[in-house]
């Protein structure tokens, strides 16, 4: 039986570690002189206004430098690093131009000519999935003759984990990111992200758990130095032995599961070789699911259970949610907390994504986003419709539906939104673990 080489390394010290994760993995021992290589770091999301770096959420700028000298070093010249960050505003190109910048990629650029590219400003051609399935990948990263995936190890609310297959999932674009994000079986969200990687050019993975990230993918999750690195040719092998680092065989993360049935590998490892450090060594469980009460009459976050908050009913979040909802999910949840006095709110529901259905007996509905307006917005079970039809749906948008809902939300988390990670982050501010010099190219 053939077997994919995976690498595990502490990360010990800057460049020398990268190197000795991708020289024990074979990382580029396929990497032709003269190939043109496409980059693709995780940036999930990104602020001008917030001064802190995202530890735990965004590739550490360190693992993308020593990666840059590493290909350069094998005579590479074309090498593009390129993302599709999503952005409050749609058309918003001035931020991820911002992140390039802050993260060091300009000096990559001017001292190894790399190419920064937004894949929103670049074409995207169709791609087939397979039983029905296609999604527009960005030309640049399919024509490239060589990939380097670059994700984060981090867990995710919704797809349990988020490493090699689900980091390209941000190299399509936002129509088919919004048609992932569906209940349908056979072709949710979880199929879709495990075929992300079969239309992809040859492809060294190298998943950057430097910093890890519990309950992912944004930055109100629980954030860890772990000092990792794990490196594979084979993205699925690499996604496997991530996955059991952070705690879940390939069996509890449905997109592998799926993606090894696709291709007709086993779960149980017997084709994967690792070198370096053994999982049992470094493996800590790292939860990535937000808990939510199973009452009938109290369908809420267990925290704001806990808090004593009644008469809303904010159920979780289901897979149709997609990244512009989910991005706005959190600020809603600590509007409710801070605006609770005490007095239960009158019945109210908040439904988000696309499958949730209006429960009878609710005196107002608030339905957030395009989707839930266009299910439900002549749904005869709703008493009093409170619509944000945007999308994405607008800060401002929300603060109204709250209040007409009587909930007296703080204006000021609506209006500066764009701060808002750096109140997660400002937690890790005092700690010498997390260092600001990772997200510095030197």
Not at 6 to 20: H, I, K
Not at 252 to 270: C, K, M, N, T
């Amino acid at each position: 039986m053939e077997k994919h080489l995976v690498s595990v390394v502490r990360y010990e010290a800057p460049f020398q570690s990268v190197r000795e994760v991708v020289k024990l993995s074979g990382g580029l021992d396929c990497l032709p002189t003269g190939a043109k290589v496409f980059i693709k770091p995780n940036l999930v999301f990104w602020s001008k206004s917030v001064p802190f770096p995202k530890w735990g959420v965004i590739t550490t700028s360190r693992v993308v430098q020593d990666m840059v000298e590493l290909i350069a070093a094998h005579g590479v010249s074309q090498i593009t690093i390129g993302e599709g960050m999503v952005t409050l505003k749609p058309g918003d190109n001035e931020t991820i131009a911002d992140a390039f910048k802050t993260l060091g990629y300009e000096v990559l650029r001017k001292r190894f000519g790399v190419k920064l590219l937004n894949i929103f400003e670049r074409p995207f051609r169709k791609v087939e999935l397979g039983d029905g399935m296609a999604v527009n990948f960005n030309v640049d990263i399919l024509e490239s003759d060589f990939v380097v995936d670059l994700p984060v190890m981090k867990t995710h609310n919704q797809t349990v984990v988020s490493l090699g297959i689900k980091n390209l999932k941000g190299m399509i674009d936002i129509p088919s990111r919004k048609r992932c994000h569906n209940m349908e079986p056979g072709k949710d969200l979880h199929v879709y992200v495990s075929r992300l990687a079969e239309s992809m050019p040859p492809m060294f993975t190298l998943i950057d758990g430097i910093y890890t990230s519990e309950r992912g993918p944004g930055p109100d999750g629980k954030m860890h130095r772990s000092n990792l690195l794990v490196g594979s040719r084979d993205v699925l092998s690499a996604d496997m032995v991530g996955a059991k680092i952070l705690g879940y065989t390939p069996e509890e993360v449905p997109y592998i599961a799926h993606a090894a049935r696709w291709q007709g590998r086993p779960l149980d490892f017997s084709d994967i070789e690792i070198t370096g450090v053994g999982i049992d060594e470094v493996a800590r469980k790292h939860e990535y699911d937000f808990h939510y009460s199973e009452m009938e009459e109290v369908a809420l976050p267990l925290p704001l259970v806990r808090q004593g908050i009644r008469g809303i009913f904010y159920r979780k979040y289901d897979l149709s949610m997609c990244t512009y909802c989910s991005a706005v999910n959190g600020l809603v949840m600590m509007a409710i907390r801070n605006a609770w006095k005490g007095e239960p709110w009158d019945r109210v529901e908040v439904l988000t994504g696309k499958a949730m259905r209006p429960t009878p007996g609710m005196k107002k509905t608030i339905l957030l986003g395009r989707c839930m307006y266009q299910a439900h917005k002549d749904d005869p079970a709703i008493q009093e419709m409170i619509a944000v039809k945007g999308c994405p749906p607008k800060p401002e948008d929300i603060h109204t539906a709250l209040r007409k809902a009587g909930i007296d939300a703080d204006p000021q988390l609506f209006e500066n939104l764009d701060r808002l990670p750096g109140l997660f982050m400002k937690r890790y501010e005092d700690k010498p673990e997390f260092e600001e010099g990772h997200f510095r190219v030197v």
